[in-house]
């Protein structure tokens, strides 16, 4: 039984098909691209936090060290410095990372 217009259905059918799979595959294509980019952002998070944590408890650790060996004192201003160091770097992380995650 041949209907009137059967090819011109059947070659819209087809351009439907291809149109269907073409996006499909898009699709998944951009899933991964954007778990990839996921995988990145969160290694660069983590990076990151970790110099903001690190630089300031490095300086501070210093400018204790230097205290303790050029002022006679019963605190032990390294420890201070450590102490004092890891809060600010903390803090420093912490306000990074919130601004980071406002932009998502």
Avoid: C
Avoid at 33 to 41: D, G, H, I, P
Avoid at 69 to 76: L, P, R
Wanted: aromatic share 10%; hydrophobic share 40%; glycine share 10%.
């Amino acid at each position: 039984m041949n209907q009137p217009g059967g090819k011109d259905r059947a070659k819209r059918d087809e351009s439907f098909r291809a149109d269907v799979v073409k996006k499909a595959e898009r699709k998944i294509k951009s899933r991964k691209e954007k778990e990839l980019k996921s995988v990145w952002f969160g290694l660069g998070t983590f990076g990151m936090v970790g110099w903001a944590v690190a630089v300031p408890t490095l300086i501070m650790t210093a400018i204790g060290i230097w205290l303790d060996t050029s002022a006679e004192s019963g605190i032990s201003w390294t420890l201070t410095g450590v102490f004092t160091g890891v809060i600010l770097g903390s803090l420093n992380a912490w306000y990074w990372v919130s601004k980071e995650s406002k932009h998502d």
